[in-house]
Structure formats: C-alpha cells, structure tokens
C-alpha cells in the first residue's frame, strides 16, 4: 500500500535530502537581507501555507530572519503572521535555535502574563450565552411547562427510555445501510 504522506511531506522530505543552494523565494531573501517594508508587502498577498513553506534551499522565511538577526521581521513573523515555529531546516534546526541574538529568542516565548485564551471581562463571552437560557428562566416563572428536554436532558426514565430507543433504531438503521 502507498505512503500516507502528502505531496507537501514528500516535496520537504527531498528538499531537505538534496537542498538547492541559492534557491528561495522573494519573501525568504527579503527576510535574510532584513527588508521589513518589503516583507510586508510580501506577506500582504502571500498565503499562509507559502508563509510557512520550506524552501528548496532547506530553510523558511522564519530561519532567515532569525539566523541574520532581523529582530523586526521576526516578530512581524510570529506575532501577526503566527507563522509555524517548529518548522525544522535541512540541518535539523528550529529558527528559534538558529536566532542570531537573545533578543530574537525572546520573541519566540510567551511572556508570563499572557493571556492568550483569557480574558478579564464577561463581556467578551457574553453572546456565547445570551438569549435562550435567560429567556427560559424567565418563562419558567411564569407557567408550569416542562423545560426543553434537549437542553437540560431528559427528566424521568419513561423518556430516558424513549430516547435510547431512538438512538437504537437510528443506530442500527445506520449499520444496515
């Protein structure tokens, strides 16, 4: 049977087992020679597969960057662009272990207070929530019905019961199609 890799696995693993001295695209040169106003422009309208892409030369973008010690383009790099840092070059290194100064390998670490997936307000969540829980509370006060079983879940056996019949038919439908 055939390999599962993709052609994107296939094309780095020959980069990396032959690598073409001197070939790389335009965002990688401006990036080693630490054009910022050009890497911009680059970035503007490249897609992020190509962002992240190895080069035939057996680095990235990223590598260049660090590896020459462009400061600036790296953290455009990794803090706007979130381009792949794990990315490893033909030699077996990250951009991280190739940075040219303490200064770039900074960038690559997150900062203690960071908050990343945090927030310190309710305020961002709040639409996660709103509407139809509030509104069948208040409902709730007003009559007897029975809340929404799909919601809170089912509330006495004879409709647990109900259920797992349903689920057992359309389960067993599934198997004999």
């Known amino acids: ?38 890497v911009q422009q680059i970035l503007a309208s490249t897609i992020y597969i190509d962002i992240n892409r190895l080069e035939p030369n057996g680095s990235t973008a990223l590598h260049a960057a660090a590896f020459f010690g462009h400061a600036e383009i790296v953290r455009l790099l990794l803090h706007k662009y ?34 990343r997936f945090c927030s310190d307000t309710t305020a961002d969540a709040e639409h996660l929530f709103a509407s139809t829980v509030g509104e069948q509370a208040e409902d709730e006060d007003d009559n007897d019905e029975v809340p929404n079983d799909w919601v809170i879940g089912a509330n006495n056996e004879k409709a647990i019961r109900v259920n797992q019949i349903r689920g057992d038919n359309i389960y067993n439908k599934d198997l004999r199609s």
Request: with cysteine.
């Open 82 to 115: 979130g381009v792949m840092r794990h990315r490893r070059n033909r030699h077996g290194l990250t951009a991280y272990e190739e940075a040219a100064t303490e200064e770039i390998r900074q960038l690559f670490h997150r900062s203690s207070n960071s908050r």
């Open 1 to 38: 049977m055939g390999s599962n890799a993709s052609v994107e696995e296939k094309n780095e693993a020959s980069i990396l087992r032959n690598p073409q001295q001197g070939e790389a695209s335009d965002l990688y040169w401006a990036c080693r020679a630490g054009n910022l106003k050009t």
